[in-house]
């Protein structure tokens, strides 16, 4: 059984800067509170130069305290599960205690495609706009002296500055509740995500569900079945700034109903619904704020070159047409546009764009990054969550 004592103040480095009812979570309960925070896309905090990246603002604190920090910059993310903090951002003087399975320290490596976070696990309460997470498991990534295991690293770079994960911190609200669930629980998997360490050694290490890194979202008192994020239309050549909202349940309060929006079922597991596209079944298909574009294989787009290798740089603007299908059979047609590079990028200020593509990371996969999100209000549910149009997961829009 896991116990909290030990501190991570050690751990870090300098600092920087309830019951649900047939419709939906019970707001009556804990009454109305603000259910939305502010979702921003720009440039990112120092050292970030970032493009297509949608961050919003968290209060972190030592659990049942007054003794708390607001940190802004923390990427939304609709493809994870999890809030993790990057170390130099947090205060010290927070002294966030440290997740314990008997006198060991547990750590967790989250690997991403090609990188990874590295670092303890602690607990804190967990603000966003009105909404609290207590005693939430989050993770401290790079708040360690104590390298990461050869099984977590091979996946290749540590992003455990602002600079390598282009944000202070991130938070995943996808359709779980915790990152990595039963595989974890039982027993590690063949690239586990849990250690416990003593000294340079750390062993893998199964990890309860409800001590996992867990999607605060999930422990909510109300507004807890899922997030809706709105972002305005933008000019097709880009945009300095673009604010929006995160929004907190769906179909709980009268600013998150789902009015017309097309309900499509997915995967509990990966999120994955299928897109036909150009003839193509890409059956393992997502709608992902934390990836910055249209991210689908068609080999008839010509390609950008030198540092923008893998990024679509037709001679002009495409409008191109697909069809997403969800498990439940829902198909919703869906058109876009691709716009060159090039072009996008020859812009010294614009930090979000609506056009952006990239060729899929592997066959079968279309990503629907937050190029996507712009004009529209894109819902997650949450697995098992009882919402208006039925239980999670799905995504709609």
């Known amino acids: ?81 999890g809030l993790r903090i990057i170390s130099t951002v947090l205060d010290p003087s927070l002294m966030l205690p440290q997740e314990m399975q008997g006198s060991s320290p547990v750590f967790e490596c989250y690997q991403y495609v090609d990188s990874f976070n590295w670092g303890p696990v602690a607990t804190a309460d967990v603000q966003f706009a009105g909404e609290t997470a207590a005693a939430l498991p989050i993770h401290i990534a790079g708040g360690t002296t104590t390298a990461a295991p050869s099984d977590c690293s091979s996946v290749g770079s540590e992003g455990d500055t602002v600079a390598s994960l282009g944000a202070n911190g991130i938070v995943g609200v996808d359709q779980e509740t ?51 994020l709105q972002l305005p239309a933008i000019d097709p050549s880009g945009a300095v700034t673009v604010t929006g909202s995160l929004i907190f349940g769906i179909g709980t309060q009268s600013n998150n109903g789902l009015g017309e929006a097309q309900i499509l079922t997915i995967d509990d597991v990966n999120g994955y619904f299928t897109t036909v596209f150009n003839g193509q079944m890409l059956t393992s298909s997502y709608i992902d704020s934390g990836t910055d574009s249209y991210d689908f294989p068609d080999s008839t787009i010509t390609q950008c070159t030198d540092d923008l290798e893998g990024f679509y740089c037709p001679a002009s603007t495409l409008s191109l047409t697909a069809t997403n299908v969800g498990m439940n059979q829902v198909s919703v047609m869906t058109t876009f546009s691709i716009a060159n590079t090039n072009t996008l990028f020859s812009s010294a200020t614009d930090t979000a764009f609506n056009d952006l593509g990239t060729t899929a990371l592997m066959p079968g996969y279309f990503g629907w990054g937050l190029s996507f999100f712009f004009g529209r209000s894109v819902f997650t549910a949450i697995t098992n969550a009882n919402t208006p149009g039925g239980p999670g997961p799905y995504f709609a829009y």
């Open 1 to 81: 059984m896991l116990t909290r004592g030990l501190t991570v103040s050690f751990l870090l480095l300098a600092a920087c800067g309830g019951q649900k009812s047939e419709n939906g979570p019970d707001a009556g309960d804990a009454g109305v509170v603000n259910n939305t925070a502010p979702l921003l896309v720009d440039i990112g905090p120092p050292e970030a130069d970032a493009y297509n990246t949608a961050y919003t603002t968290v209060t972190i604190c030592r659990p049942g305290t007054n003794v708390c920090q607001t940190i802004d910059h923390i990427q939304v993310d609709t493809g994870s599960s």
């Open 178 to 228: 915790a990152d990595c669930g039963s595989d974890c629980a039982s027993t590690p998997p063949a690239s586990p995500d849990y250690y416990t360490c003593t000294g340079a050694t750390c062993t893998p290490a199964v990890v309860a569900i409800e001590d996992q890194v867990t999607n605060p979202v999930s422990r909510f008192a109300q507004d807890n079945n899922g997030v809706v």
